[in-house]
């Protein structure tokens, strides 16, 4: 029986090699997510958050510089999922900073400030304002120079603005500990 030659056995070889290869790229290819089918969105669904939250305990007026008074709100908020576990968002996150309404069923007064616009859209972003430990954004909102505040207590307002165009929306109470002078 007659063996076959080496330019038979490369030919058979770099065919299979190819073969190989196409198959692992078809299996590599990019397969399209159809947020239509009722069961896909579900499963996204469970990964996504369901409402975002500031935390009230960690989130208040601070000093980012080397003095005592207050030139800014330290906001800390969560996004959870459906289980109520921290998740990462990408997307905008708008604050807002209101004087407090006395003896008022809807609180926020007049708006204090312009809004901030905090972008969670690249790694950097993340990077920047996740605390991996705590599972929470963490982020300086330094007043505007020339506004002081005055008052004792203010309504923090977040809305998140998701790439899929949801929002969600927290409020929250932040206090003076002693109004500036």
């Known amino acids: 029986m007659k063996q076959p030659s080496r330019h038979a056995l490369r030919r ?23 947020l239509e089918d009722d069961d896909t969105r579900s499963m996204v669904a469970l990964l996504m958050p369901q409402r975002v939250r ?7 007026f601070r000093s980012f510089d080397d003095d005592e008074i207050p030139d800014g709100i330290e906001l800390l908020f969560q996004p959870l999922d459906t289980y109520g576990d921290p ?5 905008s996150v708008r ?14 007064g007049q708006r204090i400030c312009e809004p901030w ?7 950097d972003d993340q990077h920047r304002y996740w605390n ?15 506004t002081q505040p005055t008052g004792s207590k203010y309504v923090l307002a977040l809305t998140y ?21």
């Open 54 to 60: 500031i935390v009230e305990a960690f989130t208040g």
């Open 117 to 123: 616009q905090i972008d969670l859209l690249t790694s």
């Open 87 to 91: 998740v990462k968002i990408a997307g």
């Open 12 to 34: 058979g070889s770099l065919v299979g090699i190819t073969l190989v290869f196409a198959v692992l790229i078809a299996a590599c290819a990019e397969r399209r997510i159809d």
């Open 161 to 181: 603005n998701s790439p899929l165009g949801e929002h969600m929306t927290s409020d929250c109470e932040v206090a003076l500990s002693r109004p500036v002078q």
């Open 132 to 146: 991996v430990i705590t599972g929470m954004y963490e982020v300086p909102l330094e007043l505007p120079a020339g």
């Open 95 to 108: 604050v807002e900073l209101f004087a407090y309404k006395q003896a008022s069923g809807i609180t926020k």
